[in-house]
């Protein structure tokens, strides 16, 4: 029984962890909750992460809005997967498509199949058989829940957006919701005694804010979390070493893509995300291995079009808290920890570790097992992710830099190790618990860069090898009538969500 509930829960930090997590828990929650949100004007947003993943859209499900007016406001496009140019080896190029590549044959997943199929001579590329991919190439796009009577899923999509139109849009939703927006710098915090709680923050105004509930969403710095209780961080440049971006929009250029690109440099990568009314540009790289301005130069000598504002530097450390929960102070964004934008999880960590809260929700007790719990479920998630983001470096040919050669040379986490290994050995691909990323996601990536198993799963010579090729060519055929009469992605933006 909850004798003691919390009642008032102060945001620290605005932007579109801020403003996600003001949203979420005034919609589900706000009826018992007298929830805060404390920013300032004066500190910017850092805002590059543009592009998100499916479950995005369990967030506009919860919140209750509609897909077509979000987009409208954010200058959205649709997401159906992320290409790869120049990973595994230069001139490479694949994609990690959403939803499914081919269908389940009895027991087994479609790619055993695939494998089989190729060991015997078979020319087809894996993602032949990925309606996404092959919708994204072709820049078409309608919703599509089914592939007609063959049993195979439709497109699965995502969103591009301006984060910095995201968070206002959200603050919007929130305020409707009475969450209180107070402007103002905050000085520091004032801790209780004698167990170190967070009692309230001091403002640069003279005004102290009080709460039950902390959560720290105040960007690298980690003003509550860091600054105030010194939790801690667990640095891992030893295996994903690029310390810096630099983000650029530029001017848009036709056609309009529905995929996210990341191309790979002598020195980290670059990331290019469509929008309705731009493009968001962002090259990811190692202090250690090229400088600022020669950074710089690679990225504005490969934009599109003309930029369209100054170049922003960005510095961060890759790695975690050493507690995302630490006495009554929860930090989210990048509070809680940084990695790379390469596979677009950013909001998805925010949204987990809202539901999370959520879902482990305490009382003024604060109970200890119930915020040990949280730290374990948040730290697997993180490091599960931190493990797929490695993979794309780990599992590089090339040999045209010393970046790349230390990449594939260095030592890996050994959950990563136990996950390549054994798809070489033996083509499985083992998903532990709730880790994010499917075993589909896994293949793509193994496969795009080059890590080929040695075997296929026995059951799959049921089929005989006129019977597999049977079996592919009809997928194919299926996905590429299905795409043929989808409309162009820009159509389906200037008719549905136009901004």
Known sequence: MNNDPIKKVVIVGGGTAGWVTAAVLSKTMGHALDIELVESDEIGIVGVGEATIPQIRLLLGVLGLDENDFMRHINGTIKLGIQFNDWGRIGDSYMHAFGDVGRSLGMLPFYPYWLKNRAAGGSSDLWDYSLNYQAAIANRYAHLQRLGDTGMAGLVHAYHFDANLVAGYLRQYAEKLGVKRTEGMIVDANLRSPDGFIESLNMASGEQIQGDLFIDCSGFRGLLIEDALHTGYEDWTHWLPCNRAIAVPCESVEPLQPYTQSSAHKVGWQWRIPLQNRIGNGYVYSSD???????????????????????????????????????????????????????????????????????????????????????????????????????????????????????????????????????????????????????????????????????????????????????????????????????????????????
């Open 289 to 499: 291995y090229i400088s600022d301005d020669e950074a710089l130069s690679v990225l504005m000598n490969n934009l599109d079009g003309e930029a369209l504002a100054e170049p922003r530097f960005l510095k961060f450390t890759p790695g975690r808290r050493k507690k995302f929960w630490n006495k009554n102070c929860v930090a989210l964004g990048l509070a809680s920890g940084f990695m790379e934008p390469l596979e677009s999880t950013a909001i998805h960590l925010v949204q987990s570790s809202i539901d999370r809260l959520i879902r482990m929700f305490p009382d003024k007790g604060f109970s200890q097992v119930n915020i040990d719990e949280y730290n374990r479920q948040s730290n697997f998630e993180f490091e599960r992710i931190r493990d797929f983001i490695i993979l794309h470096y780990k599992a590089n040919e090339r040999t045209d830099s010393q970046f790349w050669i230390d990449r594939r040379e260095m030592s890996v986490p050994e959950t990563l190790t136990r996950k390549i290994d054994l798809f070489r050995e033996s083509g499985q691909i083992h998903r532990d618990a709730e880790e994010l990323f499917t075993e589909v996601a896994w293949l793509q990536v193994l496969i795009g860069q080059h890590v080929i198993p040695n075997r296929h799963h026995p059951m799959a010579d049921q089929l005989t090898a006129e019977q597999a090729e049977q079996f592919l060519g009809h997928l194919s055929q299926v996905i590429g009538k299905a795409v043929g009469e989808l409309p162009l992605h820009r159509d389906f933006i200037n008719k549905n969500c136009a901004a």
